[in-house]
């Protein structure tokens, strides 16, 4: 069974950094693309992030583009998303997804019906 999970939330000033962790079990860790979502109280939830098996192709929501940077660590079945000049819009819960994609084509995308498990959520916020 896939199962997903987060760690590394918390409470940050603007401008400043966290890194996020999501831990995967129960599959070839590099035949899965990842992703990341956000979803901030009463909006949607949105993608801001995804990078295909192998490490080396990734997408970002413009966003976050700049400020944030995924990566993976297929040895260690883990999954970060480094937060650099947080603010105040960047405030939600953060979840992690997965779906069985190719090694090296690139991620699927950044929509919620892109992923098939996910995890239960890490809550960032960014005090200003």
């Known amino acids: 069974q896939v199962q997903v999970m987060e760690s590394g939330g918390g409470l940050v000033q603007a401008g400043g950094s966290l890194r996020l962790s999501c831990t995967a079990s129960?599959?070839?860790?590099?035949?899965?693309?990842m992703g990341w979502f956000r979803q901030a109280p009463g909006k949607e939830r949105e993608g801001v992030s995804c990078?295909?098996?192998?490490?080396?192709?990734?997408t970002y929501s413009d966003s976050v583009k700049g400020r944030f940077t995924i990566s993976r660590d297929n040895a260690k079945n883990t999954l970060y998303l480094q937060m650099n000049s947080l603010q105040s819009e960047d405030t939600g819960m953060y979840y992690c997804?997965?779906?069985?994609?190719?090694?090296?084509?690139?991620?699927?995308?950044?929509?919620?019906?892109?992923?098939?498990?996910w995890g239960q959520g890490t809550q960032v916020t960014v005090s200003s």
């Open positions: 997804a997965a779906r069985r994609w190719s090694y090296i084509a690139d991620c699927p995308g950044l929509s919620r019906d892109d992923y098939n498990y």
């Open positions: 129960g599959l070839t860790f590099d035949s899965y693309a």
């Open positions: 990078i295909n098996g192998s490490g080396r192709k990734s």
